[in-house]
Every structure is written in structure tokens, then in C-alpha cells.
């Protein structure tokens, strides 16, 4: 039995005792093997006599996969290791063999990640280069969610560089509604990235847009090109910018505003403003050192703390989405997130003058629940939605509705029937089986988060809150955007990908109770769904926001030693960079607390530290 994360279509019954799930994420200076002095390489792994492939990527010598693969492992096969084989495709002839990695298995629940030299096994080969970037972590049977295996580690001897795309200002409009659909495609050397699609605007706001590279010495400019996303034809310039890495000052994160220039000939207005932070090779690995030195120190520091005094200072100067997944991570495994998440969310709730304002912006506390609910409830939405979305994709039709992109009403009663699926599928996957149900940690906090909301604004509002937060900030996102979530386990096309931003407009303006008006009027035979799905919306919130009968259950991943010291690294990088306004911000957050002498403990720690 094999899988890819997040295929519905792969589901089996087959008994097994233990889930092998493994993140290829890259191979560097691989052996070339095909005549233009490239390879196309693939990997396929192999553990007690179950074998899963990734996918190829073409002509290359530095293959960046970043794909999530699972192995269901025979009852009673307690296999020590894996082996992972990376092979040159080719269209005529046998493929030819690149080399192999074979991995101990790290003990149950808790993950690795290691660069692996590639060898020559067992064959014959005697010119084998390069290496293996792997993750890997060995789960339990009746665990069916994966851990969030986010590659966190630099290659030895290289550094890193911090990029978040955050907006466009006055883009040039490509499109005959003098609006644009940008998105931005980063280049750092061999390795590419690229952003979610903004719809009609020239004033695109990005969310969650942060990426690493690797940053070797080959690697001089960070390229950004913009695009505007055409359904119908291809994708248009807009522009690009470019960053030097040698103009960055080592460790410090700072946000840039960049000129567009043209790419070739089209014409390009306007500017793309991004945070970037490069961290050099000596900087990564000092602090590493001062993470693995201090790990006890600093965690006690963020999680131990009663006030969470240095959690609050980082959370008040840092708006980041790093910040708030690393937070996520620690506080997790110290089974300590309920803590995190009800500080955050209080402090939004009380610092929000209007109800409809309630967790509309992307502040702290929604960027730490929406990373908490990628680790917690992956296994849930991709129950939840992937069944629909993959129907959906089956039928291969547009389901267009908008007559400026070709679309017709006739696609109406097609696209209702796929929203009644999705959103059918939403409501019978919360109380599903226990491995892909929405975890009762999950809806412990959906349940403090209503009662927050309701206590300051009213009963009404509480329910509404619940919904924003699951909804707006996980769901909907992950319908626009299946490929990103693991909802499916390979690429949209530019049908499927449209077909999957309608579904989910029709769903947010569910939980929005919003019909469909003069802004998108193609939309409005969607509001039918709308009107008709109401109560039962309402019963799902009710349902999933209520104390859970059982237990709240602790995470079930442990976080591997490595994986505290990646993410103290951050934290510490953080406090380095802004070390005199975090600590300023520390005595407002204790003007309520009797005991000042824990600014004195946190500031003799931080500094200590940092």
C-alpha cells in the first residue's frame, strides 16, 4: 500500500501498526545522467517491502520536491530503517540510478531531519555525488494525521534567507475590469517559490506568504516577478524586482519597499513591499549553539512563565507568521497551546472596539490559531473537503460562472451541487472516526474562543467568532487553495484551481452570512445555497464549539530535540534583532500583575540569553 498525502482516492482498509510518513524535500548535486548535462530525478522509498515514488522534476541537478509521502506498515514488520533511491527518469530505456540514502528510524512519534550523503549501496556505481534533504517521522496506526514535517534546517555551511511577500501597491491592471489577479514567483538561484493568486485588485494584501533559501555563495539576488493569473490565456508580466543579497545586513529583519521594472516588454507600475531577513552561515550556527546551550532556560522562559510575559512582548513588536508557527511548535510540545491561544485571543477580543471587526484582520492571535489548527486538525480538512474537491476535479469542466472569464449561468446548478458536497462533507467529517475527526483540543479552544466573544459582545457574536476563525482563517483557505494544504496531492490547473476559489466564496459568505449583490452579481444564483444551508451552519457551529465529552488529548508528535533547538534558534534571531523593544514592551504587559519580580527573572534570563 502506498499513498501520497491527502489523495482520498488512495484509501485502503489494510491493516497496519505503523504510518511511516517521510517529506522529500530536496537532493543538491546530483550526478547528471541524461546528454544535456541534466538529470530528471525522482526518489522512491522503500521500507518493509512498501514502496511510494515522488514526482519527477525535470532537468535539473538540484531537484526541490517538498512533497509529503505516507508507507502503511505490515502488522509485526518493525523494519530498523529506510531506504531512499533517487533515480533519473527517462522516456525510452530503464531509468538510471542516482543513488541511495539508507535511514535509521527515529523512535515512535518523533521526528528527524538530517542532510544524507548519497552512495552507491550495494551496486556498482562508483561516480555517485550529491545529497538528500529528508523528514521523517514514525506514527502510530491510529494516528492518521501527519505532523507538520516544515524543513527548518540550512544545508552545513550555508545560510538562510527570511522572505515574506506582504503587498503590491498600485499595480498596473491587466484585465478589462481595470483590475489584476497578481501573484509572485521568487527565485534564489535554483530554487523557486511562489505566492497564493490575489483576485481583482492592484492592492493585492499576501497572507501567509513566508518562505525560506538556502543561501550558498553562488546565490547574489533575490528575483521577484509578478504576474496577473489569466484563466483563459497566459499568465501576463507585471513586473520584477530584484534584491541584492549583499546589500542585507547580516541577521537583521527589515521590510522593503521595491520598484517594479519590466521583465522584457509590457508595461509595470507600482511597487512590492516585502520582509527579508538573511541569517549567514556563522550567524545559523551560532544560534544553534545558543539554543542547544540554553533550550531549557529560554522554553521554561516562553511556556513556564504564568503571565507568559516574554510570549506577549514578542507577539506585540513581531507580526509574523514565523513567529506565531514556532510559538505553535514549542507551546505544543509542551502540551501548552490552550495557554498560548487563550492569551492571544483574548487580548484580540478586548482590544477590538467592533464586533464585525472580530478577527477580520491577520493580527497575532489569528496567525497563531490558524498555524495551530495546519498541526492539529490537517487529518480533518483533508477528510473534510477532499472528497468534494476531488469529484469536482474529476468532471474536468469549467464551472465558470463570471461572463467576463467565459463562464455562463448554465454552470450554476454543476457548481451548487459541488458546494452541497463540500460543505456536506465539512459537516459529517467533524464527528468522523476518531483519526480524522476535528480533535477535542481543537474544539476546547473554538469553545473559549465563544465564550470570549460572547462575554464581550454578546451570544450572538461568540457564534460568529467560531466561525471566522475555523472558516475564514483555515477552511476557506484551504478550498481556495487544496494543493498548499494537502487536500490533494499534486497541481491545479488553472480550471480546477477557479472552480476551487468559487466553491470557497460561496462557503465564506455562508459563515459571513452575506448573500451574493452588485459586486459579483454572476454569483447569485449561489444564494440559494446560502439561504438554505443557514441552520444547518448553525448547528455546526454549535456542535463543534461545545466542551468536548472526552478528554482534550495532548499532541500526538513529539518534537524532536532537534526541531527545540531549530525553533529556539528563531526565537533567539528575534530577540537578537528587536532585543530593546521587546524588553521595553515587558513592564506594559505586568502593570496588571502584583509580582514585578518576574520582569526582573525575565529581563537577567533574556538578557543572558540573547
Keep these: 500500500y502506498q499513498r501520497r498525502v491527502g489523495d482520498p482516492r488512495t484509501e485502503t482498509t489494510t491493516m497496519s ?15 547528471s545522467a541524461d546528454s544535456n548535462g541534466f538529470s530528471d530525478p525522482y526518489c522512491v522509498v522503500v521500507c518493509a517491502g512498501v514502496k511510494v515514488k515522488t514526482k519527477v522534476i525535470k532537468k535539473t541537478l538540484n531537484p526541490h520536491w517538498n512533497e ?11 523494519p530498523n530503517d529506510v531506504v531512499i533511491t533517487v533515480m533519473d527518469k527517462d522516456l525510452v530505456g530503464s531509468d538510471d540510478y542516482l543513488g541511495e540514502v539508507r535511514i535509521p528510524l527515529p523512535p515512535l512519534e518523533t521526528t528527524g531531519e538530517a542532510f544524507h550523503t548519497l552512495t552507491a549501496g550495494s551496486t556498482k556505481h562508483t561516480d555517485i555525488t550529491g545529497d538528500l534533504h529528508i523528514l521523517l517521522c514514525l506514527s502510530a496506526r491510529n494516528i492518521a ?28 491592471a491587466k484585465d478589462k475590469s481595470g483590475t489584476s489577479d497578481p501573484y509572485c514567483e521568487l527565485h534564489l538561484g535554483d530554487e523557486f517559490r511562489k505566492t497564493s493568486v490575489i483576485r481583482k485588485t492592484l492592492d493585492p494584501q499576501w497572507i501567509d506568504q513566508e518562505f525560506y533559501f538556502e543561501v550558498t555563495k553562488a546565490a547574489r539576488e533575490l528575483r521577484i516577478n509578478v504576474f496577473d493569473w489569466d484563466l483563459m490565456s497566459k499568465d501576463d508580466p507585471m513586473g520584477c524586482a530584484v534584491l541584492r543579497i549583499a546589500d542585507l545586513q547580516d541577521g537583521v529583519e527589515k521590510e522593503h519597499t521595491l520598484s ?10 507600482g511597487e512590492i513591499v516585502v520582509r527579508v531577513a538573511h541569517i549567514s552561515a556563522a550567524r545559523v550556527e ?24 516574554l510570549v506577549s512582548s514578542l507577539c506585540t513588536v513581531y507580526q509574523s507568521d514565523e513567529v506565531a508557527r514556532v510559538l505553535v511548535s514549542i507551546f505544543e510540545s509542551q502540551h501548552q497551546t490552550h495557554r498560548l491561544l487563550n492569551q492571544l485571543l483574548f487580548r484580540e477580543i478586548k482590544s477590538t472596539e467592533h464586533a464585525e471587526q472580530l478577527f477580520r484582520t491577520d493580527s497575532m492571535a489569528t496567525k497563531t490559531l490558524r498555524n ?16 468534494g474537491v476531488a469529484a469536482a476535479r474529476a468532471g474536468g469542466a469549467s464551472l465558470e460562472l463570471d461572463p467576463t472569464k467565459g463562464g455562463s449561468a448554465d454552470n450554476a446548478p454543476a457548481l451548487l451541487a459541488v458546494c452541497v458536497r463540500v460543505f456536506d462533507g465539512v459537516c459529517s467529517a467533524a464527528d468522523n472516526a476518531a483519526d480524522c475527526r476535528l480533535p477535542n483540543a481543537v474544539r476546547g479552544i473554538l469553545g473559549s474562543l465563544r465564550l470570549l466573544a460572547a462575554q464581550r459582545f454578546g451570544a450572538a457574536v461568540g ?12 477552511i476557506c483557505p484551504a478550498l481556495a487553495a487544496p494543493d498548499a494544504f494537502g487536500v490533494v496531492d499534486d497541481s491545479l490547473n488553472k480550471i480546477e484551481r477557479r472552480m476551487c476559489v468559487l466553491v470557497s466564496k460561496v462557503v465564506q459568505n455562508l459563515a459571513n452570512g452575506v448573500r451574493f449583490g452588485q459586486k459579483e452579481p ?18 455546526f457551529i454549535d456542535a463543534i464549539s461545545a466542551s468536548p465529552k472526552s478528554q482534550v488529548n495532548p499532541s500526538s508528535v513529539k518534537q524532536s530535540q532537534q526541531d527545540k533547538i531549530l525553533d529556539l534558534a528563531i526565537i533567539i534571531r528575534h530577540l537578537n534583532n528587536n532585543f530593546d523593544r521587546v524588553k521595553a514592551q515587558m513592564p506594559k504587559d505586568l502593570r496588571a500583575v502584583s509580582r514585578p519580580e518576574r520582569l526582573v527573572e525575565a529581563e537577567t534570563a533574556m538578557s543572558r540569553i540573547g
Design 286 to 309: 551560532a544560534n544553534n549553539s545558543i539554543a542547544a546551550e540554553h533550550h531549557e532556560e529560554l522554553t521554561h522562559l516562553l511556556v513556564g512563565a504564568q503571565d507568559l510575559v
Design 372 to 387: 495551530y489548527l495546519r498541526l492539529t486538525a490537517s487529518a480533518f480538512v483533508r477528510t473534510a473537503l477532499g472528497r
Design 17 to 31: 501498526s505503523q504510518t511511516l510518513w517521510i517529506r522529500c524535500v530536496r537532493a543538491r548535486n546530483v550526478k
Design 463 to 474: 457564534a460568529t467568532a467560531v466561525g471566522a476563525a475555523l472558516f475564514l482563517r483555515f
Design 522 to 539: 454572476f454569483m447569485a444564483p449561489m444564494n440559494a445555497f446560502i439561504d438554505q444551508r443557514a441552520q444547518q451552519y448553525a448547528q
Design 260 to 269: 517594479l521594472k519590466p521583465q522584457g516588454k509590457e508595461s509595470c507600475s
Design 68 to 78: 509529503m509521502v505516507s508507507l502503511s506498515l505490515p502488522t509485526g514488520s518493525n
Design 145 to 172: 494525521q501527519p505532523p507538520l514535517l516544515t524543513p527548518k534546517m540550512a544545508a552545513p555551511g550555508s545560510g538562510q534567507l527570511f522572505v515574506a511577500i506582504l503587498r503590491g501597491q498600485n499595480l498596473a
